[in-house]
C-alpha cells in the first residue's frame, strides 16, 4: 500500500516532529508499507494545516492508499473532523491509520471501531447542541440580549427618517 506520514507538532521549539516519524517509519517498514512522502505540519493555527491538506490531497487523487499518523490527536482537532474524515475515505478504501490507537480502515476491526467513534462524536454533538439551547432559553427568559455585541468605538447604525413619496397615477 502506497501510504503518506504525518506528524504534526504544536509547538515547534518544544516539540519535535521526528520522533513521530520515527515511530511511523519503522511501523511503515514492518508492515511492508511504501512510504511516499512525509508530510508535517508545524505550529499550525486552528484553521491552516498545509500539509495536511497535501496529503488529503494525494489521497483524493489516488497518488496515495492511505495516511499514517502517530495518533488521532496528532491527526484531527476535533471529533467532527475526524469523523467526516474517516467516512470519506472508508468509502473510497482509503486507509486512515493511527498507530497509537491501532485503528486501521482497511480492516474491519478498524471500521467497527471508526462506526463506534462516530457513534460516540453524534451523541457529542447532540448533547452540546441540547446544552446550548437550554442556555439559550434561560438567557432569553432572564430579559438579556442575545445575539453580536456592538463594537464600543463603532456607533450603532441610524436609520434615516425618508419621507414616501406617492407614486405619480
Known sequence: M????????????????????????????????????EFVDEVSSKDTRPQKELVLKKMRLGEADGVAFFALDRWG??????????????????????????????????????????????????????RTMLGLARARAQGKKLGRPWHKNKPPVQKLDIPKTEEPK
Not at 516539540?15 to 516519524?21: F, H, I, K, R, S
Not at 517509519?25 to 511516499?36: D, F
Not at 482497511?106 to 454533538?125: K, Q, V, Y
Open 2 to 37: 502506497r501510504i503518506c506520514l504525518y506528524a504534526r507538532v504544536s509547538k515547534a521549539l518544544e516539540q519535535n516532529p521526528e520522533n513521530q516519524l520515527i515511530e511511523l517509519r519503522r511501523w511503515a517498514a514492518a508492515s511492508g508499507h511504501q512510504i511516499i512522502g
Open 77 to 130: 482537532r476535533t471529533m467532527s473532523e475526524l469523523v467526516m474524515e474517516l467516512e470519506e475515505f472508508s468509502k473510497t478504501g482509503k486507509s486512515l491509520i493511527s498507530m497509537k490507537e491501532g485503528l486501521d480502515l482497511s480492516t474491519a476491526a478498524g471500521r467497527m471501531m471508526a462506526n463506534i467513534l462516530a457513534s460516540f462524536a453524534n451523541f457529542e454533538r447532540e448533547r452540546i447542541r441540547e
